[in-house]
Each structure stands twice: as structure tokens, then as C-alpha cells.
């Protein structure tokens, strides 16, 4: 079984900066494209960053010069680097992976649990 455990989220104030984790643990033989999005109370959610397996990144324009997405392929494991927080940024966010459980699996989405981020004015 594969899962995504995210950790890092908390209350900070506006200006300063969290590092969000995910690491992906179980059956896994490959992952492609990693990536982060946030939903908010009363919003839908939305992509923040994506990350290739060659470390090709997409941002949101919201989050570009702000946030930084990174990975580690040896650990499974993909980061979000956030500065200059906004409390507009305040949201819960969720790790995402697209995986291939085996070789002769297909590849499919899997998401973390959430972890909330608090940006104070």
C-alpha cells in the first residue's frame, strides 16, 4: 500500500516562512510528477506547485518568487519551501504523487492527508 505523509504545517506570521515535507512510503516502483495544492475553507482547491521527475517545477502565479518546490528522488520525498508567507496563503495543503505501485501496475494519483498552514496578519 502507498501513502503520502506530509508534515511541516503550522501557524507563522505574515512575512515568515514554513518548509512543508511529503514522503511516500510502501509499494512503490516509480513516481512521476509530484506536487502540492491548497484548498481553503469555502474554496475549491487549487495547484500550487508542481515538480517533474527531472526537477522541471510549475508555480501558481500567487505563490511564483515566493514558494520553491523540491525533491528528493533517493527518499521519496518532495519539499515547498514558503517565504514571505501572506494570510491569503492560509490554507490547508495537500501533497500529491502520481505512482506506479509495481511494473506492471499502471500509474495512478495519490494524495496526502493535509496539513494545515495559518498565516496571522
Known amino acids: 500500500q502507498v501513502q503520502l505523509v506530509e508534515s511541516g504545517g503550522g501557524l507563522v506570521q505574515a512575512g515568515g516562512s514554513l518548509k512543508l515535507s511529503c514522503a511516500a512510503s510502501?509499494?512503490?516502483?516509480?513516481?512521476?510528477?509530484m506536487g502540492w495544492y491548497r484548498q481553503a475553507p469555502g474554496n475549491q482547491r487549487e495547484l500550487v506547485a508542481t515538480i517533474d521527475a527531472s526537477g522541471s517545477t510549475d508555480y501558481a502565479d500567487s505563490v511564483k518568487g515566493r514558494f520553491t518546490a523540491s525533491r528528493d528522488n533517493a527518499l521519496n520525498t518532495v519539499y515547498l519551501q514558503m517565504n514571505s508567507l501572506k494570510p491569503e496563503d492560509t490554507a490547508v495543503y495537500y501533497c500529491?504523487?502520481?505512482?506506479?505501485?509495481?511494473?506492471?501496475?499502471?500509474?495512478?494519483?495519490?494524495w496526502g492527508q493535509g496539513t494545515q498552514v495559518t498565516v496571522s496578519s
Open positions: 500529491n504523487a502520481e505512482m506506479r505501485s509495481s511494473r506492471s501496475s499502471g500509474w495512478a494519483d495519490y
Open positions: 510502501g509499494s512503490i516502483f516509480r513516481i512521476n510528477t
